[in-house]
């Protein structure tokens, strides 16, 4: 029971719905909306890329001066449904960002332009790829694989 209203907290009514479909077998999409398979009914943690946040296992309050000068560090771009996200990427010079393949077909990060920085090879299903940015402009790159897959990172001083 929840201590102020007198009925099951929020948790309570999820972990109870959850354990429910589990039980009774059927399937629902995780929190991000890709996957067909069951969500873990288990601890929740969070994912590349992502910050615990109140309510999470484990989770304390955000440092805002911590969020703010790890932005300026590194960055990330999802390759997920054969698209990079975000498609422009603005970042400062300094800044290593890491691509990662959410897909299940292999995808590549590589420089629109002949003598570009970005060579990776073929990244298989989860795997990454990292890149530090040091001179400001702006990087067209694509996947040679799916050469309609295209973004940019736009690079700052």
């Known amino acids: 029971m929840h201590p102020n209203f007198g009925h099951p907290g929020p948790r309570s009514l999820v972990a109870a719905g959850l354990a429910a479909m589990t039980a009774a077998g059927l399937g629902f999409l995780s929190a991000c909306g890709q996957s067909p398979h069951a969500a873990s009914v288990g601890a929740v943690t969070a994912g590349p890329g992502q910050h615990q946040v109140a309510g999470m296992p484990g989770a304390s309050a955000p440092d805002p001066a911590a969020s703010t000068a790890a932005s300026t560090v590194a960055s990330t771009v999802a390759i997920r449904n054969f698209t990079f996200t975000p498609a422009v990427l603005k970042i400062k010079a300094g800044t290593t960002v890491t691509w990662t393949n959410q897909d299940t077909d292999p995808h590549t990060v590589t420089s ?43 690079v700052t001083r």
């Open 112 to 154: 629109a332009t002949a003598g570009g920085p970005l060579h990776s090879p073929a990244l298989a299903a989860h795997a990454t790829y990292s890149h530090r940015f040091t001179d400001p402009g702006t990087y067209a790159y694509l996947c040679t694989i799916h050469p309609f897959m295209t973004a940019t990172v736009e």
